[in-house]
Structures are given as structure tokens and as C-alpha cells.
């Protein structure tokens, strides 16, 4: 293809005003025939990487792992046969880069992660992050190229807390890399082990102004899109998240002796908040979540009365004042619930992060891209954290979803379909050319 | 006091018809002054005793330990000085025996244990054990012999689910010798650490007629008594117990990327479940209780919904009636709120144990031996278990409550005042004088 038919591509899918009948034409006959990755290619790649880190219970690609390290020089050597020189920073991210036409522009960026949760699937990282290498590789054997550079990134640790895309934004605290990962190792030692340099991480740093934008390839790791028969998900955002962990203190007793109306029952106070937590995030229309998914009594025993139980609620929104009225909501729903069962509630917030907003050009991208390749899209928020949330912190960003069969992931059982993938990976493609037009 | 004065005492007590003046007047005299034992006395065994098996977390002479057999060991003095001549019998139980004057009558026996739960108190057990020796002491002190020969009993390991005496009545099984006391050794094991032979544990059996009665006083472990302003409770019998362990299935999946429509969340089932037990035990009159004491979460993890939660329902009370009626409710409970949750209850009976009643005779000697001492009673069942229901099985039998300060028991705070115990040992003393009289 020349690169003025290109150009009247991109602008196209960039839904940019179209003046004259040439270009209007080449739109046209664009609009008709998009260009599109090699989907099998990209397939056999995923089907080859199920093989690593696969034990019985699932995936166990952990960061700092064995596997983890395997999964890495798989992916490396995906980059060196797709013509694509490596370069690690110094936190162990992989980037490649190749060069646009316009020297003065910042990259675009696009990739994912390879690292997965203990018990895990094959798909939840390696997609967008196969598919970004796929679409450089397409686009150099297509003879396209861009006018910005393009960058493929693979984030290290996204499992673990968006560690490797955390350090590239300069949010990583020297905490975090005390932190322990799934594989045992703390984000420190971790760091070393795949090839970075904790002494280094600043260097690995990205500001404001050095990227035009990113856009990252994700299965849904949700139901949405299954449930309402789309192929792709254009992502507005990624949800705000708050966690509370939430000590409810009753008094330990006797559970024969001591009469229903005497009692302090944390368990049954416990209880009662689920319950109301629950009724409470449902009784508004949208799509907050709130989620009790741990919880520990003590003493924990059938014959005694629950002394103390300590939950936590996951809360999530785009919105961050709905995540807030939400926040007000659950401590109320304790008083009133410690009042009613005679035991104390405390809350305390583990995390607090806030929603991340799609960039509404990159959004109008992935849909005229969508739409041009026939593939039916709808706009939805992410519920899981991405890496692409830390990348908001400097540059625009917007997420394209496939969905997950059966809306499963974080399991053995999850699974995308090959085509849904392949849809995938043709709408960053193109979205990504349509941004190299409407990105400065 | 002459024999035919204490016989006639013994008459008053049991609420005998009363016959002719000059009984009459025996009677009167006595029920201005019954017996009484030496309350200091047991009160100050009650204090040295707390040292044993003291720890910063609470009393701690669970079954087998070291604690438990210095436990023992200071009993076993106990029972010298007081002239008791101790016999252990194979499964480790002490037994002491003052002949009564009838050759042919079966023993009167009463007693407890001395072993304690983890982080427990030092009235749970001791203050029953040590009642009765002082019981048989004041008894030879004061010249009052039975007909009846009066055995004291210290059963062993009672919190590890009254094994001692279910030897004694031969329902313990081979398998429950394989289970592990909470002080890390195997009941089989720890009979021959507290010197039993586990070889010749049929010896230690009594039969249907072995025993004309039990009387056990103990601590209230709860706080009926406190709170009506009683001194004395008057065990009906000790209600029956059913323990369920239910699995709750659903399916993990990812907390902030499934939609509140499309979650199989396992611990909203069993927070639904745990508020409809309470609500469905409270919403009949009556002292019936239950209790989700035992509660598990897998995975547990704070983004993750829940997708398996084992909880354990403790159902109890003194009409077995009502415990199969609440079994049922229960069950229904599960089936309802599972397909309310899209989730799966599976029911398991961990444990079913039927209710004791008490001895209609010895209830009304405990109550006339109350009054008698001027001492405010009221019947009562008990929540807790103890090993007067497996003499149950065997013989006559009664408890005798004192109070527990705040109703708290199986705990460090766990306290009973010495005015109560002195109370309860002399209502024991009396109650034991006039079962002398009632039983054959």
C-alpha cells in the first residue's frame, strides 16, 4: 500500500472530515477491506505459550517465577523473529521500537504482560501482548509505517500490582518493591532476577510528553460482552477501586450456653453487613461492584460464638464520587449494624486508587476500526485493573476488550476464542493506525 | 448429728410426705440450719489451683498435657488429705469410695474434670471436681453416713467431648481413640500418659444399675442466672446437639470485572444462610439456639468472589422435636437461598448427640436442698454439654449450675464467685442427703 492511500485510511477510520471525492473514494474502498494481522500466526503463538508454566491447577506463570522467566524468553524470541530489537529497562520491562517518519513525535505504545496469578489461564496478558508484537510485525511486512514511532511494551509484574507499568510512570514507592509476589520473591529481588536494576528504576521512568498514547489488548475477564453477543469491547475507562478491610469485634462465648438475645456474635454481624453491602450496591442502576471476598472468624470453631471477624469489601466505579457515596453507604451500614448486633466496627483502607478515564479520541478509533471491519463493539468501563491505568498518569489511553467465554478468567478455565483474538489484534491494528492521524 | 436426725433431714429434703410431730419438728429445726460444707476451704483449693497450667493466654491444662497431669496431681493430694482413697480406673478417671451403711445399694456418685479448653478458666470443671471432695469430707467430718455408698469421680479429658465418661459407660468407640486431644495427643495415647490402660478399657464400663445416681454441679457457662438474679440453677437435662458442616458452591471469578447479576458468589450465600438461621431460631419462643461458629472462604482473597465457603451450623436444644424441626428448616433454607444465589448447598451431620433429661427425683431434692439453704433456684437446661449426659445413659442424673460472672465461660475471664461456689457445693451436699433418702 502507498502511504497516501494510508494516510486517506487512517484519516477514515480516525472519522476525520473527509474533503474531496479522491479521498472520499479510497475511504470508501478502505472501509471495505481494513488491513488485518496474521490471526493464525498470532494464534499459534498463544497455543505454543499454553505449554509454559501449565501445572494441573493452571497457568503458573507467577511473576519472578521459573515460568515467569520462561514465559519472558518465549516472548523475547517472539521480538527477535518478528524483526523486532529488545531493549530492557531498567525495572525488566521489554520494549521495541520502530522508527515513524517524524523524527519530533513520541511514541505510540501498545503491549500487555505475560505474567499470570497463581492457578491462572493463557490469556490474560499474552493476548495483548502477542497481538502488539503481531500488529508491529503486520504493519512492517504490509509496508506500512506510521508517523509516529511505535513501541511494544511487555510490563513486568502486572499481577502483582502493575509493578513493571508503575515503575515506567515513576509511581512505584520504595515500598512496593518490598513487596512479596506470588513466587515468593519480593519486587526487589525480582527485578534482578528478569534482567533489570533496582538501582537504576529512574532511568526507566516515562513523563508526561513522552508518549502520544497507549492502547492495550485485553480479554474482558468478565461476561459483558459474551452476554450481550459483541465482539469487541472499546473500553471508557478503568474503574476506580477502594478496598477496606473491616475488623468487626463481638465477644467470644459459649455457643450452647448462651441465649440468641445475649450474645455478640461478630459472624452474625458479618453476615448482616454482606448482606447489606450487597443490597445496598445493587439497589442503584449502573455498574458498581462490591465484593466481600475475604473474611476470617476467630476463634473459628463450630461451639463458640464468634469473637471477632475481619472482611474485606472490594469496591469499585468509574465514577469516583458514586465510589465515594458508596464509601459513606458501608460505614453507615456498620454503625448501624454494630448497634443492632452489639459489636464494633472498624474500617481501614488497604487501597485506594481512582477511576482512569479513556482518552475520547483513542475511544472513537477503536470504534471507527471496529466498525470497519464489521465487528460489533459497545462501550463498557473495565472492571479489572490494567497496566493501562498507570499509563494514564501520562499519556492518553484507551483499552480494546475480546471476550472471555463464559466471562471467566484468573482460572484454568479461561478461555478466548481464536477468532475473537484475531478480531482483537485487527482493531488495535488499525486503531492504531487511525491514532497515528489524530494523535499530535 | 445422730443417724435418725439426719434421716429425717434427709426426709425434709427429699420433700418425703412427713409423718407424725416429732419428725415434723426435726424437719423444722433442720430446714433453719441444713449442713454446709467448708466453703473457705474449697474456695482456697479453688485459688492454689489456678496456678496450674496458667498461661498469659488463659488456663491451658487441656487433656494430656503436662498442665493437665499436674492438674491431676494436685487432685490427687486433694483427695488424700481429704482421707479419699483414690482409684483409677483403665480409662484414667479417679474414683474414690466411702462405704454406706446398705451393702446393697449401688453408689451415689458425683464429681466433674479438671481438664480445661485452650485459653480457658479454672471453673469450668475444678470447681464441680473439688465440690464433691469437699462434699465427701464435710460428709465424714460432720459424722453423716449414707446408705448409699457415695463415689466421687474426676473424669478425664471432658473438653475433648467427655471421653472419660463416655468410657465409664462404654460408648466410646475405637475411632474415637484416634482422635487428637487439643494438647496434640491421641485419646489412645493419652490414657496411658495419664496412667488408664487402654488394653482393659471394658473394665472401666458400668452398666444400667451400676450407679443408683449422678450429681454433678458445675459453673453455669452462660448468663441465665446472672441475669435473673438467681443463685441456683436446677438442670433440667442438657439439650441435644446437632452439628452440620455445609459446603456452599459457586463460582470464583474476578470481583471487579463480573457484574452483581452475574455472580455465583458463594459468600453472599452463606452471609443470606447465616442471617436466615439466626432469624428462623429467633422467631420461635423458647431457649433453642444456633450458632455458625466454624466459617472457610475459598479463595479468600480480597478480588476474588468467593466461590466455596464451608460454614458449620451448632443447633441445640432440650426437645429433639424441635431440633428435627429446625434441621428441617434449615435444609430448606439452604435449597432456597442456593437457588436465590445460583449457588449449591450440600449438608453434612458432623455430629448428633440426643438431649439428657434429668432425673425428676434429684431435680426436686436440688430444688428442696435451695430452698432449705435459703438460696433463690430456677430449672434451667443446659446449653453446654458435660459428662453427667453420658451417666445419663446409665442412671439418674442432675446438675447443679452456679452462676458465671457476665456469662462467660471457655475463656481467661471465665469467673464464678466464691459465695456461689461455697452455695452450689452446699446445695450438692444437701441434695446428696436427700437422694440418699429418695433413691432405691
Redesign the interface.
Known amino acids: 500500500m502507498h502511504r497516501r492511500d494510508f494516510l486517506q485510511q487512517a484519516a477514515a477510520l480516525a472519522a476525520l472530515p473527509v474533503v474531496g471525492s479522491q479521498i472520499r473514494s479510497a475511504s470508501a474502498r478502505f472501509q471495505s477491506k481494513p488491513l488485518v494481522v496474521n490471526g493464525a500466526r498470532l494464534n499459534g503463538w498463544l497455543a505454543q505459550f499454553d505449554g509454559i508454566g501449565r501445572t494441573p491447577g493452571g497457568i503458573n506463570r507467577v511473576a519472578y517465577s521459573d515460568a515467569d522467566l520462561a514465559g519472558r524468553a518465549f516472548t523475547r524470541e517472539l521480538f527477535a523473529q518478528s524483526g523486532l530489537q529488545l531493549r530492557l529497562d531498567a525495572a525488566g520491562n521489554m520494549f521495541a521500537r520502530v522508527p515513524g517518519t517524524d523524527a519530533s513525535k513520541a511514541p505510540i505504545l501498545i503491549g500487555s504482560h505475560v505474567d499470570s496469578v497463581t492457578d491462572g489461564g493463557n490469556y490474560d496478558g499474552p493476548v495483548g501482548s502477542f497481538a502488539a508484537i503481531e500488529v508491529a510485525r503486520s504493519l512492517a511486512e504490509q509496508k506500512v509505517r506510521l508517523r509516529h514511532p511505535l513501541e511494544v511494551v511487555v510490563w513486568q509484574n502486572e499481577e502483582g500490582g502493575t509493578i513493571g507499568s508503575k515503575i515506567a510512570v515513576g509511581l512505584l514507592t520504595p515500598a512496593d518493591l518490598d513487596k512479596v509476589a506470588r513466587s515468593g520473591k519480593t519486587v526487589r529481588d525480582g527485578i534482578g532476577i528478569i534482567g533489570g536494576d533496582v538501582s537504576r528504576l529512574t532511568e526507566a521512568v516515562r513523563k508526561k510528553g513522552d508518549l502520544a498514547g497507549y492502547i492495550e489488548l485485553h480479554i474482558?475477564?468478565?461476561?459483558?460482552l459474551e452476554?450481550a453477543g459483541r465482539q469487541i469491547g472499546v473500553v471508557e475507562g478503568i474503574?476506580g477501586?477502594r478496598?477496606f478491610e473491616i475488623t468487626i469485634t463481638g465477644f467470644?462465648?459459649?455457643?450452647?450456653?448462651?441465649?440468641?438475645?445475649?450474645r455478640q456474635?461478630a459472624?452474625?454481624a458479618?453476615?448482616?453487613?454482606?448482606?447489606a453491602v450487597?443490597d445496598a450496591?445493587?439497589s442503584e442502576t449502573g455498574?458498581q461492584?462490591?465484593?466481600?471476598?475475604?473474611?476470617?472468624?476467630t476463634p473459628?470453631?463450630?461451639?463458640?460464638?464468634?469473637g471477632q471477624v475481619v472482611l474485606?469489601v472490594?469496591l469499585?466505579d468509574l465514577d469516583q464520587a458514586k465510589i465515594d457515596r458508596f464509601t459513606a453507604r458501608f460505614e453507615q451500614l456498620g454503625r448501624d449494624i454494630g448497634a443492632a448486633t452489639s459489636t464494633k466496627f472498624a474500617f481501614t483502607q488497604?487501597v485506594n486508587s481512582a477511576p482512569a478515564i479513556s482518552d475520547s479520541r483513542l475511544l472513537t478509533v477503536i470504534e471507527s476500526s471496529a466498525t470497519a471491519l464489521g465487528l460489533s463493539h459497545q462501550r463498557m468501563p473495565?472492571?479489572?485493573?490494567h497496566d493501562a491505568q498507570e499509563v494514564a498518569h501520562i499519556a492518553p489511553m484507551a483499552m480494546i476488550f475480546v471476550p472471555s467465554v463464559g466471562?471467566?478468567?484468573?482460572?484454568p478455565r479461561e478461555f478466548s476464542r481464536p477468532d475473537d483474538i484475531t478480531n482483537g489484534a485487527n482493531v488495535l491494528m488499525n486503531a492504531v493506525i487511525a491514532a497515528d492521524t489524530v494523535l499530535p
Not at 220 to 224: D, F, K, N, T
Not at 289 to 297: D, H, Q, S, W
Not at 300 to 306: A, E, K
Request: no cysteine.
Open positions: 474482558e475477564q468478565g461476561g459483558l452476554k474503574v477501586l478496598w467470644a462465648n459459649h455457643a450452647g450456653a448462651t441465649p440468641m438475645d445475649q456474635d459472624m452474625l458479618a453476615a448482616k453487613f454482606t448482606v450487597n450496591i445493587r455498574r461492584v462490591a465484593t466481600v471476598g475475604r473474611l476470617n472468624v473459628n470453631t463450630t461451639n463458640v460464638i464468634p474485606t472490594d469499585r488497604l473495565s472492571g479489572a485493573g466471562g471467566i478468567s484468573h482460572s
